[in-house]
């Protein structure tokens, strides 16, 4: 079992930067497949970034070159530095970890944070 808590949510103008945080407490011994997804009321859940056990990153063709996730192993925290945000990432955000050596459609994750919003205004 892992427990995630989300941090650093916020309101921002476009074209501003929030980081996220994501702390992982409980089982952190063993290495897992981490992620970032994002969810607006009344549409789907999408994946938006992730990071494999070994580091390799992928990301949602509308975030490529804006977002940016990373670990920080030791201090068992996951990050996504979202810079030149726009009105449509606005959403609830989510941290999620997974067993798999990669991850990234949501049945991948079994662990899930409660999630922090984010509000991007014009």
């Known amino acids: 079992q892992v427990q995630l808590v989300e941090s650093g949510g916020g309101s921002v103008q476009t074209g501003g930067s929030l980081r996220l945080s994501c702390v992982a407490s409980?089982?952190?011994?063993?290495?897992?497949?981490m992620g970032w997804f994002r969810q607006v009321p009344g549409k789907e859940r999408e994946a938006v970034a992730s990071?494999?056990?070994?580091?390799?990153?992928s990301y949602r063709d509308s975030v490529k070159d804006r977002f940016t996730i990373s670990r920080d192993n030791p201090k068992n925290t996951l990050y996504l530095q979202m810079n030149d945000l726009k009105p449509e990432d606005t959403a609830m955000y989510y941290c999620?970890?997974?067993?798999?050596?990669?991850?990234?459609?949501?049945?991948?994750?079994?662990?899930w944070g409660q999630g922090t919003q984010v509000a991007v205004s014009s």
């Open positions: 999620a970890a997974g067993l798999n050596w990669a991850c990234w459609r949501g049945d991948e994750f079994g662990y």
């Open positions: 990071i494999s056990r070994d580091a390799i990153t």
């Open positions: 409980g089982n952190t011994k063993r290495s897992y497949c």
